[in-house]
């Protein structure tokens, strides 16, 4: 019978909050270049984040069993790594094809940007159910038109 698991250690909830910073680092970088240089171009930064997030999972993988990340919270961060990498991929899509929307240049970078502040919202959900909030600081995404 497996034992109950009584919650993250604090070195497990750092390295949770680490990954949530980082996915919010990417969000900020996201909506700079969507502001400067158009939601075509902020594609870039979804796959760099994709690409991050494949590098952690992998070296999650290679990490010993003995490792200060315990089985449960390496399943935690494997499964918030898979849904980063997948909402990368399907914003990713629908601003690929933005240039054959109907929609105007205006309107679609305000989709991009009510997108990425979804995702945004997403994982600050996220920290907080893991209750890994309390070693994060609020994110907050800015841009000027």
Request: a neutral charge; proline letters at 4%.
């Amino acid at each position: 019978m497996p034992k109950p698991v009584k919650g993250f250690t604090a070195y497990e909830k750092r390295f949770l909050a680490s990954l949530i910073r980082q996915v919010w680092r990417a969000c900020q970088s996201f909506v700079s270049v969507v502001v400067e240089r158009g939601p075509g171009e902020a594609v870039y930064a979804l796959e760099d984040l994709a690409e991050w997030s494949q590098a952690q999972s992998t070296r999650l993988r290679a990490t010993p069993a003995r490792s200060q990340v315990g089985t449960v919270a390496r399943r935690v961060a494997s499964e918030l790594l898979t849904d980063v990498r997948t909402f990368c991929g399907g914003i990713g899509d629908l601003l690929g094809n933005a240039h054959q929307s109907t929609l105007d240049p205006d309107e679609i970078e305000d989709e991009a940007l009510a997108m990425i502040e979804g995702f945004l919202s997403w994982t600050t959900l996220m920290a907080s159910q893991l209750g890994i909030s309390r070693n994060l600081r609020p994110q907050t995404l800015w841009h000027e038109r």
